[in-house]
């Protein structure tokens, strides 16, 4: 397929992937207010003044619940990629651009694309990062929920492969603002936002590679995603269930990766979980021939030494993943690269060697693990009390006091029409999903403890 792209199909490629049309706004509502503020630097804005965005300052990076304020959060770990995807889509897009001579678009808009995916790229993470996508998963599989009602196998595949990159889809395109509906961000920031472009369940075939490993949007919301796959022009992996990733998604990756890489392994060294001298060395030889020896020596202090070690290694890798980019630019566009850019760039050694410490000191560290562990305990006790509620509501169980308490907790935008739970038990749930999975990690904790009588309400 790669190798049958003419010059004028990559040009014109380019040019559809590069759409400023929002999915379900008219067309009119794709043009930028002015030039020096495109529709691209409004998605960025949009997604910062979200409730969603904003709750990613207590949510998990790494360490969950840190006393700490040097150490990262899901807002400042997005703010940070977003500033590595803008610099890294500016220098592919100035080649891109060069290249396929693509008219009325500029370095700076592959640039902002990249960066507003990146901003939003944690945006659907429930509560306890990625251990609180299992304890949500396994509450579902365990709950005979899944079992009573006559759910199709995809509305099943959504709650037992519970994904917060679909959560984050459809946060926004239907939750944030739900009477626009969503923040009608440009189809390029969507399509480049979604590095699982897949349905949950793809009718009991399998599909090999990077973007399959996981799903991009729930069943509720493909359609949305359909939209949006038009519009960019993403060729289909498995009709109507799969496409080929968005060529900046790549990019969007690579910022993500970088960052959580190298900035978790300078807060391990800050919490003192891995030794200074272990984390400069392993920045040391990613960051390469980069570094300033000279000024390397004259910074004394640990916490210097690894920040300018930390802005080296994230500079030459940037560079690194752009050349491996443009280097195998006709098969990402002609879908024949399925791999990761970093797991074949020449510096994928020392960042193997970053991925094993990060693995044995980091990732398992007994204060993340205990915390995380807790947060199932937590996200399935919410998930019983509040479906408990709902089903009771429509007559699955005997309606108590308690249960008549619980749904008055529950917001009105969670139930269906009218404040009501919705008679359709796929959507009772997914509303009882979202409501749990927007908590930060405080509020669930604090949710729990005073539901379960464990912290009365003060004053």
């Given amino acids: 397929m790669a190798r049958g792209l003419s010059p004028e199909s990559k040009r014109r490629r380019w040019q559809k992937l590069i759409c400023a049309e929002r999915p379900g706004a008219g067309a009119a509502h794709g043009r930028a207010l002015a ?43 997005s703010l940070e990629a977003s500033c590595v995807g803008r610099s890294l889509g500016a220098i592919v897009g100035r080649e891109i651009i ?22 939003a790229h944690d945006i659907g993470n429930p509560p306890f990062g990625h251990a609180g996508e299992d304890a949500i998963r396994e509450w579902f599989r365990a709950s005979g929920l899944l079992e009573r ?21 459809r946060i926004l395109t239907r939750l944030q603002n739900p009477a626009n509906p969503g923040l009608q961000l440009t189809a390029a920031v969507l399509a480049a936002f979604t590095k699982y472009p897949r349905a949950s369940w793809l009718k009991g075939r399998t599909l090999s590679g990077a973007s399959a490993k996981k799903h991009g949007f729930f069943q509720h919301d493909a359609a949305a995603f359909v939209q949006v796959a038009a519009a960019t022009g993403l060729p289909e992996r498995l009709s109507g269930l799969a496409w080929h990733r968005h060529p900046l998604a790549y990019l ?11 900035v978790d392994l300078e807060d391990a060294a800050r919490l003192g979980f891995v030794r200074a001298e272990d984390a400069q060395e392993l920045l040391a030889a990613l960051a390469g021939e980069s570094v300033n020896e000279g000024k390397l020596q004259r910074l004394f202090e640990p916490k210097e030494r690894i920040e300018y070690l930390r802005a080296k290694a994230i500079g030459r890798l940037l560079e690194v993943a752009a050349e491996v980019f ?34 044995d000191r980091i990732y398992t560290a007994r204060p993340a693990l205990e915390i995380e562990t807790a947060g199932f305990e937590v996200l399935g006790g919410l998930l019983s009390l509040f479906i408990t509620a709902i089903e009771s509501a429509v007559g699955q169980y005997p309606m108590t006091t308690r249960e008549r308490m619980l749904l ?9 029409a009218q404040g009501q739970p919705d008679p359709d038990p796929y959507l009772r749930f997914l509303g009882i999903a979202d409501f749990v999975a927007g908590m930060t990690d405080s ?17």
């Fill in 149 to 169: 009602y006559a759910l199709t196998p995809a509305q099943c595949a959504d709650f037992a492969r519970y994904e917060g990159n679909a959560q984050g889809f």
């Fill in 443 to 459: 509020y669930a904790v604090n949710l729990y403890r005073k539901l379960k009588g464990i912290d009365l309400p003060g004053e």
């Fill in 326 to 359: 443009l280097d195998n630019e006709t098969a990402i566009l002609g879908g024949g690269f399925e791999g990761d850019l970093l797991s074949v760039a020449p510096l994928s050694a020392p960042l193997d060697a970053v991925k094993a410490i990060a693995f």
């Fill in 98 to 119: 060069a290249r396929h001579q693509l008219r009325a678009v500029d370095a700076a808009d592959f640039g902002a694309i990249v960066a507003a995916a990146c901003l």
């Fill in 35 to 77: 030039p020096e503020r495109t529709a691209f630097q409004q998605d960025y804005d949009r997604i910062v003044f979200t409730s969603a965005f904003r709750r990613l300052k207590d949510k998990t990076q790494v360490f969950p619940l840190s006393r700490s304020d040097y150490v990262r959060t899901r807002l400042t770990h």
């Fill in 252 to 262: 969007v990756e690579v910022a993500d990766d970088t960052c959580y890489l190298i």
């Fill in 408 to 416: 008055k907790l529950l917001p009105a935008q969670f139930l269906g």
